[in-house]
């Protein structure tokens, strides 16, 4: 009777697995269009309580419907790390850590109390935007994105460092041509001008008034323009070649799709179509 009891709850623990981590199946693409409607509602709810007339008068209703959305992902994540062999695997990766955020804001507003509790609810509650976060497991090009600013790090870095050497020389030239005098009082407030100038932003706190120091600011705007489109061409070089690489071995007779079957003992993800075990751990996909 206990083999046959491990043998029902094996079963239904695939089962659970199959409709929440897996997209390939009816069950599963229902959960995930049931899954983003409610996080969308949630972010509306976040979004309109914020507003002082609404937030006050319909505060209860907003109360309720914030407890119901968090029953139901509390309930999720129960379910995401009980049908999983090992759940360490699933509760310390991104999505899992994740998951958890957007689920214990209403619970820890039960131990804050005090004067300033008002406040620490009102900030705990706002940890519900990072549910927002959820969304991006159900965006396929999601990791071609990922891939491609992680691809482009030490690029990125690079250039951010030539943008920092830039401003420190350029900063230091304007505090020497303009002085206290137009508002450049030091050279950290006179780098602090050319980075926001360099970016374009130009808040007009401090401006120069000295030809040269114009004629500098003007160099410095144009030279801003550029930089803008450099780690933009960066990323879209990376994320092109990335497109490459993934189309490329589909014209290859021997090349098999990868699905989003998610193993239920390592949570590895990636499996070819067809694969009867999981190429992380070697766990059966098919029992």
Sequence with gaps: MAINDRHISSKWRRKIHEVIYEADTPAGKFFDIILLVVIIISLILVMVESVPAYGTKYADEFIIAEWIITIFFTIEYILRVISINKPTKYIFSFYGMIDLLSTIPLYLTFFFGGLNALLAVRSLRLLRV??????????????????????????????????????????????????????????????????????????????????????????IMIMGYGIIAVPTGIVSAEYSQSNKENNAPQNDPEYRHVNTQNCQNCHSQKHQDGAAFCHQCGYSLDE
């Design 130 to 219: 990072f549910r927002i976060l959820k969304v991006t497991r159900y965006i396929g090009e999601a990791d071609k994105l990922s891939k491609a600013i992680r691809s482009s790090g030490p690029k990125i870095a690079v250039f951010l460092f030539a943008v920092l050497v830039v401003s420190i020389i350029m900063g230091t030239l304007m505090y020497l041509v303009e002085g206290p005098e137009s508002g450049f009082v030091s050279i950290p407030v006179s780098i602090y001008w050319c980075i926001v100038t360099l970016t374009t932003v130009g808040f007009g706190d401090i401006a120069p008034v000295t030809p040269l120091g114009q004629f500098l600011a003007t160099l």
